[in-house]
């Protein structure tokens, strides 16, 4: 199966940038859509992006549409989130999800992901 854990989160000024991280051990990295979410205390967990298993094919959430950059190497079994102009309200933890299996196009609900990463906080102070 996958396993997934996210890095890369810590504390940014607004305005400023973070790339999230999110390694992916055993096989099926590859034939696997691949998504970014992230929650805040209290409230449902928020799709933010979304990459079909070869990269070709993206989904934004519109909150984080020409901000944030979604991309993968299937070579290092690494998913990526360049987030730019960070805002206060982008704080929040970051979970990297795997649909097994689910080649394009990328889901965007989260019950089409079946593997979760522990999650990274982010933090955006104004």
């Known amino acids: 199966q996958v396993q997934l854990l996210e890095s890369g989160g810590g504390l940014v000024q607004a305005g400023g940038s973070l790339r999230l991280s999110c390694t992916a051990s055993g096989n099926r990295f590859s034939t696997s859509a691949m998504g970014w979410f992230r929650q805040t205390p209290g409230k449902e967990r928020e799709f933010l992006a979304s990459i079909s298993s070869r990269g070709g094919t993206t989904n934004y959430a519109g909150s984080v549409k020409g901000r944030f950059t979604i991309s993968r190497d299937n070579a290092k079994n690494t998913l990526y989130l360049q987030m730019n102009s960070l805002k206060p309200e982008d704080t929040a933890v970051y979970y990297c999800?795997?649909?097994?299996?689910?080649?394009?196009?990328?889901?965007?609900?989260?019950?089409?992901?079946?593997?979760w990463g522990q999650g990274t906080q982010v933090t955006v102070s104004s």
């Open positions: 999800a795997a649909a097994v299996g689910f080649l394009a196009p990328p889901p965007i609900k989260d019950i089409d992901f079946g593997v």
